[in-house]
């Protein structure tokens, strides 16, 4: 009976170590692929090693961490519902034996947690780490602005518990809830997170419909598109006029010293988009026929196709919602992964949902930076200040962290919520989920309508004449697209 009970204790042992090298395994490699995605973007510094740079260091090493946080959010659930699958194929596999549900649930877990770590204490010190100096009269160094750094950390955790203590307060009035207020582990933390995840997950009812019909636009940006009547050696000829023309006046104004810089500015600003209309024109003019006629109309077709899949696919939702209370997402506490399938065509369907997911974060991220609030956020390569990296490792956070949610409650999976995010209490609400569902079905049909619409109506105007009328009354000229210093037209 004691070798019984030292074999599974052994066992135990075993199986929760080999479960801390999987997890670690997977986290060292988001955390790579993370620090090569931030250091592509950061702006290069000199090699001097001073205090400034030991702090964006620090904060470096931060947003790393957050950012492959994020990553484990992104998938979590395809990895969940993979895994699955595999194990529903091949449940006696020796070799898949270490991929179970104790696995499984120890990710969710640990995301959520470094989740919850990183959105409200690490993000919060690596901000408040880079902009602090130390306090008046103090000795400056790492230790001031450590110092100055807690004591603005403590005074923000008195600010939103404060504020999440008034909300709840206002909210539930019974006696329970009021007890309860003087929970901090067991209600606050929960609540608060429930309350991001509940913004989270409006930030991505806001940013994918828009992401859904922009990617469209970035796709034709980066792939080259079909010549239909178009002189392409005639446009580059032309490109090139201007651009020697713009060359001649700029090197005209550089030899008066009383030449305003803001016109010098203008005539560099127009110089590099001349640039960059040659650049693509020429670019298309390489391209082979596959890419122009084949891959294009190709890559455009799956776009189309995924955006109507996810739009049916939320509207059958609705219908479900509406005749069965199944439908509703919920959290599980069930550690058995591989009993039955949650996808009715097996492995096809479950393949289709993790693109799918995919493909709505995607869609997501590029919605974020498009809408204008956000554009201030945009990274650029080699160019990009910490403080703006902070802002996008927690934006992306936040839309990672409620993708799995999304994901659940318009239906893309039926693959229910683990671990704590199964206990976030606005899931619970139908009128919440039902308003969720109808918004992005109906916000998505919109975008996607104004989309083909005006680029219908655009063609239209090319058609009948109309577009140079339009452009005639603007000070952009049509034909090089050029603006002027002092807003009129220029000519060659």
């Not at 950061?42 to 950012?67: M, P, W």
């Not at 179970?100 to 993000?123: A, D, Q, R, T």
């Not at 409006?202 to 178009?230: A, D, N």
Request: charged fraction near 15%; hydrophobic fraction near 45%.
């Amino acid at each position: 009976m004691e070798e019984d009970d030292v074999t599974i204790r052994e066992q135990n042992f075993h199986s929760q170590v080999r479960e801390y090298i999987i997890c670690f395994l997977l986290f060292a490699v988001l955390y790579i692929v993370s620090y090569c995605i931030i250091t592509r973007y950061k702006r290069k510094s000199d090699d001097h090693e001073d205090e400034d740079a030991v702090v964006n260091r620090i904060s470096l090493y931060l947003c790393t961490f957050t950012l492959a946080v994020s990553g484990g959010a992104v998938f979590l659930l395809p990895f969940s519902i993979i895994s699955n699958e595999i194990l529903l194929s091949f449940p006696k596999n020796y070799y898949i034996q270490w991929l179970n549900g104790s696995l499984i649930h120890g990710l969710w877990n640990l995301v959520s947690l470094f989740s919850n770590l990183c959105l409200f204490v690490l993000m919060p010190f690596a901000y408040f780490f880079l902009e602090s100096e130390g306090f008046a009269g103090s000795k400056k160094g790492i230790k001031a602005r450590i110092l100055e750094t807690f004591v603005m950390l403590f005074l923000l955790a008195l600010l939103i518990l404060g504020i999440v203590w008034v909300a709840s307060a206002l909210i539930d009035n019974d006696a329970a809830s009021m007890e309860s207020l003087y929970d901090l582990w067991e209600f606050y933390l929960p609540y608060l997170y429930s309350c991001i995840s509940l913004m989270g997950g409006l930030l991505l009812l806001m940013c994918t419909p828009v992401g859904l019909s922009r990617m469209f636009t970035v796709m034709g940006q980066l792939l080259v598109k079909p010549t239909i009547l178009e002189d392409l050696d005639e446009q580059i000829y032309c490109i090139h006029l201007q651009e020697e023309a713009l060359q001649r006046r700029l090197n005209g104004s550089s030899t008066h010293t009383y030449t305003r810089g803001s016109l010098t500015h203008q005539l560099n600003k127009e110089l590099d988009n001349i640039r960059n209309q040659r650049n693509k024109l020429e670019r298309r003019k390489k391209a082979s026929g596959w890419e122009k006629n084949l891959l294009y109309p190709i890559v455009m077709l799956i776009l189309l196709a995924g955006t109507t899949i996810s739009v049916l696919m939320v509207a059958l939702n609705i219908l479900y919602l509406l005749v069965d209370e199944t439908a509703m997402p919920k959290g599980s506490t069930d550690r058995g992964i591989g009993n039955t399938s949650l996808s009715t065509f097996g492995v096809a369907q479950a393949a289709l949902e993790i693109i799918l997911m995919f493909y709505l974060m995607v869609s997501s991220v590029v919605g974020f930076y498009s809408l204008r609030v956000f554009e201030g956020l945009t990274p650029r390569k080699d160019d990009t200040t910490m403080t703006t990296i902070i802002g996008c490792c927690v934006s992306i956070l936040v839309l990672s962290s409620a993708l799995p949610v999304m994901s659940r409650t318009l239906g893309i999976t039926r693959f229910d919520l683990l671990g704590d995010f199964g206990r976030f209490n606005w899931l619970g609400n139908f009128y919440i989920v039902l308003s969720y569902n109808l918004l992005f079905a109906v916000v998505t049909t919109l975008c996607l309508v104004r989309k083909f619409t005006s680029a219908v109506r655009e063609e239209l105007l090319k058609a009948l004449g109309l577009d140079k009328l339009q452009l005639s009354n603007s000070p952009t000229d049509p034909e090089s697209g050029k603006l002027s210093a002092n807003g009129h037209q220029k000519t060659l």
